[in-house]
């Protein structure tokens, strides 16, 4: 069983470290810069708590990490972590800026250690099962709408979140990818900073991206507004007459054969899927299903859609890892 630290004990540190509990191999260290939001959760699994990570980074007992920080701290403790050979969780975005991506792929690459990114909505069980169906589907949509984000959360400030838009747009292009099954070629976008005036950041993209057998794949992501009834995740994945339609946060698919609409309900169950996908890639040495190189491909594209936006030009995609 690896030894793991959980560094940055919010939200998603105390989701990680539930999921890694119920698999049987709870943290055994957890670093956050308020002490006490470490120690709440060390108390409750009986594990270790500290205010300094980078402590964490370079201890013999540890043998992973799961980065679930501010967006700039993902690069130097992924670094780091790379260094001392400790396998990597790497909560999305990877980073926000391309040469921060590409320094952690390398540093990745060259300690051979095992390190997933977070994409948790590629692991959910109707996600597989809408591949699955569709096979490679000729046309895609992806929505990923959330409610306004308020202007002063960490998630808004330019260094340390990069808005709505580079902090969450990552899962709807990992997700489009993944259900296209093959190569992005070409993304152009129109968009910006529509309602969060004062703040140097992105909040709305709504983009195309072209494949390269042909498919196409329309894509809207902001905190503009969130509908129940499609939740803050939907994907639709089309061949010609059948159509997956994924959504209220992929807990409900429709499939139409063709001939008949076929109804599933689902669980959200890709926190728990993934970090079952981190622990067998350590335990089996095998690259997992979204790995570093994912992290860096889907930050990629996000930042020529941005460039498509501010130049008025489709960007190509044709050299992404
Ligand atoms: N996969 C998902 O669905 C999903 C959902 C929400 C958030 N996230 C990601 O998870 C990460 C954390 O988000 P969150 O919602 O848990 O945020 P949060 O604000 O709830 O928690 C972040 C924690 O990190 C700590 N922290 C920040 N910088 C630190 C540093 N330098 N050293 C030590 N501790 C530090 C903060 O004190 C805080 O306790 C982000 O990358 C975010 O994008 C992923």
Redesign the pocket.
């Known amino acids: 069983m690896p030894r793991i630290a959980i560094?940055?004990?919010?939200?998603?540190?105390e989701t990680h470290a539930e999921c890694l509990a119920q698999l049987g191999n709870p943290p055994v260290l957890f670093?956050?810069?308020?002490l006490h939001?470490a120690q709440k959760l060390a108390d409750k699994y009986s594990a270790h708590a500290t205010d300094d990570?980078f402590s964490a980074l370079t201890r013999l007992d540890i043998d992973a990490v799961y980065i679930?920080?501010?967006?700039d701290?993902?690069a130097p403790f992924a670094i780091e972590a790379a260094v001392n050979r400790k396998h990597i969780f790497l909560?999305?975005?990877m980073a926000l800026i391309e040469k921060d991506c590409r320094n952690i792929a390398s540093a990745v690459a060259k300690s051979g250690v095992r390190c997933v990114t977070?994409f948790?909505l590629h692991y959910y069980s109707l996600a597989r099962k809408a591949k699955e169906l569709i096979g490679t589907p000729i046309a895609l949509t992806a929505r990923v709408i959330d409610k306004r984000w308020p202007d002063d959360s960490?998630?808004n400030d330019p260094i340390k979140g990069g808005g709505n838009v580079l902090?969450q747009g990552c899962h709807a292009v990992e997700m489009l990818n993944y259900l296209a099954g093959a190569k992005p070629v070409r993304i152009f976008a129109e968009g910006g900073n529509l309602h969060h005036s004062g703040l140097d950041i992105v909040d709305t993209m709504a983009a195309t991206i072209a494949y390269d057998n042909g498919a196409v794949a329309s894509l809207f992501i902001g905190d503009v507004g969130l509908t129940e009834h499609n939740g803050k995740f939907s994907f639709q994945a089309m061949n010609g007459n059948e159509t997956v339609h994924l959504y209220r946060r992929l807990t409900r698919m429709s499939y139409f054969d063709g001939e008949n609409d076929n109804r599933f309900d689902g669980e959200e169950d890709g926190f728990l899927n993934e970090n079952r996908e981190f622990l067998t890639a350590i335990q089996e040495n095998k690259r997992p299903e979204t790995s570093e190189m994912d992290g860096l491909r889907t930050q990629m594209i996000l930042l020529r859609g941005i460039e498509a936006m501010k130049t008025g030009q489709p960007q190509s995609l044709i050299d992404l890892p």
């Open positions: 560094l940055g004990c919010g939200l998603i540190g670093a956050d810069t308020f939001r990570p679930c920080t501010y967006h701290t993902h909560e999305k975005p977070g948790k960490w998630a902090s």
